[in-house]
């Protein structure tokens, strides 16, 4: 009756930006520049240092630093627990920066997402009513 | 929590495309457990065809029934709508946002 897939599942971002990879790589590693762009944090660009990402929704991510190759590589966990099994978290977060003409790609991918997985950065501020909405929306395109 | 097997999306997307029956299946997703009656008190049709609905539902694993006196309590199984979800386009949109404020960021910067 049904096809359960228990692979994971990855989300990719990439970008094409006017600006070097070293100071990209600054924005990436510095906690005071990284909470203007993503979340507080009390992050150090060592492998190994635990941290958390605080979010503006009140939930906070449990994060380890897994690779630093400066201007190249930034790599952490991002979990999120949770009671229930749909909102638990365990992904990792790797940046990758390659030169370009005009500046640097920047590509963040995020892998480790369950089929099941509901609420994926760990924020519980979008409720039903608003996945219902748009479960309307995708039902009325189709009929 | 019982272990339901989570149906695929065509299943889903068939057994929702009746609108009374994605009626009664929003108003448990809302209101949380109801009877047949209260179920059928908002439905417009008639018990039976309340109860014809909520079986069709939950075959396909969308809801849940208990019994409590004489009474048959359902229930919502959100986590069957997984399939449905388009988590990945709400984390896109997360990282791209991210990205954004990134740029802007940078463009203030000093080199």
């Known amino acids: 009756m049904s096809e359960t897939s228990t692979a994971t599942r990855t989300v990719i971002v990439e970008r094409e930006i006017a600006h070097p990879p070293e100071k990209i790589w600054r924005a990436l590693t510095q906690p005071h520049l990284i909470s203007e762009w993503l979340m507080k944090n009390d992050f150090s660009p060592v492998v190994g240092h635990r941290f958390n990402l605080r979010g503006e929704w009140g939930g906070v991510l449990d994060c380890e630093v897994l690779v630093v190759e400066p201007q190249t590589t930034l790599s952490y966990t991002w979990n999120f627990k949770h009671d229930d099994p749909a909102f638990d978290l365990n992904s990792v977060v790797t940046f990758s920066l390659s030169p370009t003409t005009t500046g640097t790609r920047l590509r963040m991918e995020q892998a480790g997402f369950r089929p099941d997985q509901r609420q994926a950065y760990g924020g519980a501020k979008a409720g039903w009513p608003e996945h219902l909405a748009k479960l309307e929306q995708v039902l009325t395109g189709t009929e | ?111």
Not at chain 2, 12 to 20: E, R, S, V, Y
Not at chain 2, 33 to 51: C, K, N, W
Request: aromatic residues 6%; charged residues 25%; glycine residues 8%.
């Open chain 2, 1 to 111: 929590m019982p272990d339901i097997a989570i149906p695929n999306r065509d299943m889903i997307f068939k057994t929702l495309a009746d609108p009374t029956r994605r009626a009664i299946f929003e108003g448990l997703c809302r209101k949380g457990d109801q009877t047949v009656a209260v179920l059928t008190a908002r439905a417009g049709i008639s018990q039976p065809g309340v109860s014809k609905h909520l079986a069709v539902l939950k075959q396909a694993g969308l809801v849940s029934d208990r019994h409590h006196g004489r009474q048959t309590h359902y229930s919502a199984q959100l986590g069957a709508l997984a399939p449905l979800i388009d988590w990945t386009n709400q984390m896109r949109t997360f990282w791209e946002g991210r990205f954004d404020d990134l740029e802007d960021l940078l463009d203030r910067m000093d080199q």
